[in-house]
């Protein structure tokens, strides 16, 4: 690509991107003061102001993270406060509310331990859909979730983080020619999970207008043991109360030796402050979520989505149709299939209990090519399938919902086992949406599928409905269009996925 500078003046300073034929691309602009030193574990303090202008053509810092076996990404630095912009280059930027393009707020996955902004190339999204996208970083894992008795904020840090960047958002994104006014909330994976605290958190209120949640995972309660991540019998899938979630905090830094048990409080949350960031980062697994009953969230999801104490903008909801393949290949060393005939009764014993049997009949193994796919199936349909379709049903009661499968029997995986098909695993539209750094090459078909994918999602935007713009029709919830190459349309997902038997079960 062709690239020039570009200069945007900002409330704090000017920032210089990059314009990329056709597009404008900025990075690393940082939205709130960085956490570092006496901030961390504190709300978000606003952005100090800088002189000069400040260069904004390569990515932020990651959030503080370990290198992941799926994932390169690791770091320490928690000055990581940052987020990217990526917009249609335009003559000039609107002035008039109102005039600008849709703003879509992209929320990364990661599981809430990893991932970063700047891994997808978002510019696909922003020029074929006319929207003006934005990428924000937040504290994750154990500087983003940690909950400890007398910390304002405690267990909601990466929630505000991601709350100051729609504030920014609604500061600055018209001078990059977008609506502050008209704004979506995206998020994949674990930032669809987040996704769903907005819509509950009353601190969100009014900084979006429209939400979408691809691939949703522990929204509404747990998942049955191994069936989302394999070898992990008992995995925190739930909204943890913050009082627990301090007790929790407080055996963490006893047990890691951070502060000695019994202390005061006030100088122990001053040792905390001192720990190394490489020393925390081994406790991240159990803080995952934010917590509730505090100012930031008071009232679980899991309680508030289908009671409907939630704001009420329209929401697409969906799942790809083999989600659970890629976490299944996680049982395969190098190649071949990763579950044998033999380790299914175990599997379905220790998920399932007494319901085992009843299981292992419905999806009998000679049906499926291999044992793993057979696994695969049985828990792309619990653990994926059914939570979605209960939280798709839970929010139509109170406002409009579209629901998608993504169908592509073909997608290429992006960690690759040999011997074992992907399918559409989890995260596998990603591909299809965006450019990603070493991503699998897409046939003609499947580069078409991604861009009406993204011209739903931008017509979602403008409009609050993924209709018009020569798109196939898509009516609303319970009607579940499939996405795929060969075929844009209705398909019956409670057959395919067998719902009304997992209705039945515990």
């Known amino acids: 690509m062709t690239a020039r500078h570009a200069t945007v003046r900002l409330g704090a300073g ?4 990059r314009r990329l034929d056709g597009h404008l691309s900025f990075r690393g602009i940082p939205y709130a003061a ?11 303090a606003p952005v100090e102001p800088w002189s000069g202008v400040r260069d904004a053509t390569e990515p932020g810092n990651p959030p503080p993270q370990a290198a992941q076996a799926f994932d390169g990404t690791a770091s320490l630095d928690e000055d990581c406060l940052t987020l990217d912009v990526t917009a249609p280059e335009t003559p000039e930027t609107p002035t008039t509310p109102g005039t600008g393009r849709p703003v879509v707020v992209w929320l990364h996955g990661g599981g809430g331990t990893s991932g970063n902004a700047s891994t997808h190339d978002r510019h696909r999204l922003a020029v074929t859909g006319d929207v003006v996208v934005v990428a924000p970083n937040a504290r994750l894992g154990v500087l983003g979730c940690f909950g400890y008795p007398g910390l304002p904020g405690s267990g909601s840090f990466g929630l505000l983080d991601q709350q100051a960047a729609l504030r920014w958002v609604r500061r600055e994104i018209g001078r990059f020619g977008g609506d502050p006014a008209n704004v979506t909330l995206v998020g994949s994976s674990y930032g669809a999970l987040l996704v769903a605290a907005h819509l509950v958190s009353p601190g969100s209120a009014g900084l979006f207008h429209r939400a979408v949640l691809q691939s949703p995972f522990g929204v509404l309660g747990p998942t049955p043991a191994h069936t989302l991540i394999p070898g992990v019998p008992a995995l925190p899938t739930r909204w943890t109360p913050s009082a627990e979630l301090e007790r929790l905090g407080v055996a963490t830094a ?11 409080p006030a100088t122990a949350l001053a040792r905390l402050r001192r720990v190394p960031v490489a020393d925390l980062l081994p406790a991240s697994a159990a803080f995952t979520r934010p917590a509730f009953g505090g100012p930031a969230l008071p009232e679980s999801p899991a309680t508030a989505l289908p009671g409907g104490r939630f704001h009420r903008v329209p929401v697409v909801v969906g799942t790809t149709s083999d989600e659970a393949r890629f976490y299944v290949s996680l049982f395969a060393d190098l190649a071949g299939d990763p579950v044998t005939a033999g380790d299914l009764p175990r599997l379905l014993a220790e998920a399932f ?33 059914r939570p979605a379709w209960d939280l ?22 992006p960690v690759p086992v040999p011997g074992f098909p992907a399918g559409a695993q989890h995260a596998a539209e990603l591909a299809y949406q965006f450019d990603l750094p070493g991503g ?7 580069r078409e599928l991604g861009d009406r994918v993204n011209r739903y999602w931008a017509a979602f935007a403008a409009r609050g409905e993924p209709t018009g713009d020569g798109l196939p029709a898509w009516p609303r919830f319970e009607h579940v269009q499939s996405l795929a190459p060969d075929r844009i349309g209705g398909t019956d997902y409670v057959a395919g996925h067998h719902l009304d038997f997992w209705a039945r079960m515990p």
């Open 353 to 385: 209990g007494d319901a085992a049997d009843e299981v292992a009949v419905r999806y009998p193994l000679d049906r499926f090519p291999t044992p793993g796919l057979a696994w695969a199936r049985i828990c792309t349909d619990r653990a994926w399938a």
């Open 392 to 413: 798709g049903r839970a929010l139509a009661e109170h406002t409009d919902i579209w629901f998608y499968e993504f169908a592509d029997p073909d997608a290429p995986p």
């Open 440 to 446: 699998p090459p897409l046939s003609p078909a499947q």
């Open 34 to 44: 960085a956490p570092v030193g006496d901030r961390r574990w504190r709300p978000p």
């Open 254 to 264: 006893v047990e890691h030796g951070w502060v000695e048990p019994g202390g005061d």
């Open 14 to 17: 000017v920032v210089r991107g």
